[in-house]
DNA sequence: CGGGCATTTGAAGCTGATCAAAATCAGTGG
DNA sequence: CCACTGATTTTGATCAGCTTCAAATGCCCG
């Protein structure tokens, strides 16, 4: 694609209004595209970046190593998410960012966001703004995984996934290939393979979802959104501001 | 205090420099002083907010509280933070802000907050920088809730509190008030009052800490900072940028 | 000095982790 | 087309950490 920004703008959009001048001072800046296999480090913690990572496809984890090896994820990305927006501010990593499927990302200059945003306030705005939405998933996240069980863990991240990936325009939030082994799953459930299987088993035997491969399918959306006591309000998708 | 945002200015000098003329248009903005009990929502989920809370004494936390009434805090706020700066972009709060202790707060008008940033490209950027340490605590804490059992995470919370009390010129990371309850320590940590009060005593019994009323000592930080795997550089308060 | 929280203590039970291993699948090369 | 290989999924058994419930003690404030 020769505007590699095209589809991050829709996702700002999304969440904030953009006119013509700001829109096409975003895609004009250019990005060089990286092709990288699962498993990759695209960034590592300590690292000092001077571009983001815009995920052009597959998904994307930021992620945390632990002592004993075991590792926890706190974010997904899908295409059209700047990854680590954050590091346009704050240039040194904290966490990992780690290919988890085969992936292609756009490296975005800083250099040329940072240009954009100082000339076109209303840009700033919107990158805050969807700063702000990262953190407003992770702080759910931190919710979920302390006060739910795996059950409900997997079906917030089931409804969560569907409503996401539907926004980003790739698909609908009932049926979607969710390209996530059981033992990474595990590492954003904040559990164990094991368990990942376990309780898959059990929403199927519930016939709330079917899942063939790694194809999800919900069956009973409202009987998941239930059990995940989900409610999109904090993904900040409705573009009332 | 007649300027309300100085403490405020000194948080952000911890992350980004500003200049006098920076400084000196935030520190024009006037804001009203709310005097608050222990227990009060300062701020509600779904409320339209025209406001951000910066904290002038006592704690505020940030929680969510599920079907069954139990609750989740993700973040804590102290003297100098912005609790809500996120507000600034986003004005509907996803989650509840709440007084822990007594609690004395500005409330710091969003107008006036973006017309300082619209103004001055820079401000905007500390802003943004701010919100990205949020997320970078929150994000950290997703890892240490999911992955570590109640002493490692009791431990991280006392170091970080440490650390940050420390950076706020509010006292000394190695003695400090916490002036939380053991029930509002276990909605933070994830587990139970009973709980929290069993990996104190741990604690204690190591050696590691000293508590006596809500004061604690750090006796021995360097085991501390192991139990708990503590290394300050995802709170973003080395002034490097 | 009494009432309301908060802390401390005890006992029982459950969820999910851990460890081990079998079955299945995807990809490779003969 | 099949045998082989490594990764992933599936299954089973055991056990630790934490929750739950109940109750006693301690502390602060009016």
């Known amino acids: 694609m020769s505007r590699p920004l095209e589809r ?7 969440r904030s ?3 013509a001048g700001e829109k096409a001072a975003l895609l004009a800046i250019d990005a060089e595209l990286v092709v990288r296999q699962a498993r990759w480090d695209l960034v590592r913690p300590g690292e000092k970046v001077d571009f983001a ?23 997904i990305f899908i295409a059209g998410d700047m990854a680590d927006l954050h590091s ?29 945003a100082r000339e076109f306030p209303r840009v700033a705005e919107a990158l805050w703004r969807d700063t702000v939405a990262d953190g407003s998933a992770t702080s759910k996240w931190v919710a979920v995984l302390s006060r739910h069980p795996a059950r409900k863990r997997l079906a917030h991240l089931l409804c ?5 990936y539907a926004a980003a325009g790739l698909g609908r939030a009932e049926e979607f290939e969710l390209n996530l082994t059981q033992d990474q799953l595990s590492e ?8 990942v299987y376990r309780t898959f088993k059990d929403l199927r035997a519930e016939g709330v979802i079917a899942t063939e491969r790694r194809s999800i399918r919900i069956l009973d959306g409202a009987a998941l959104a239930r059990i995940a006591e989900f409610d999109p309000d904090y993904l900040l998708l409705d573009n009332s501001p």
Request: with cysteine; aromatic share 6%; hydrophobic share 45%.
């Open 188 to 195: 954003i459930l904040g559990t164990t393979a094991v368990h």
């Open 8 to 14: 991050f703008i829709r996702r700002l959009e999304l």
């Open 88 to 116: 346009v501010p704050v240039p040194v990593a904290a966490w990992a960012l780690t290919a988890l499927t085969d992936v292609e990302v756009f490296h975005v200059p800083h250099e040329a966001l940072r240009a954009v």
């Open 160 to 164: 969560e996934y569907g409503v996401r």
């Open 53 to 75: 990572c815009l995920v052009s496809r597959g998904i994307v984890g930021r992620s945390e190593t632990f002592a004993d090896g075991r590792r926890q994820t706190s974010a």
């Open 17 to 19: 209004r953009l006119s």
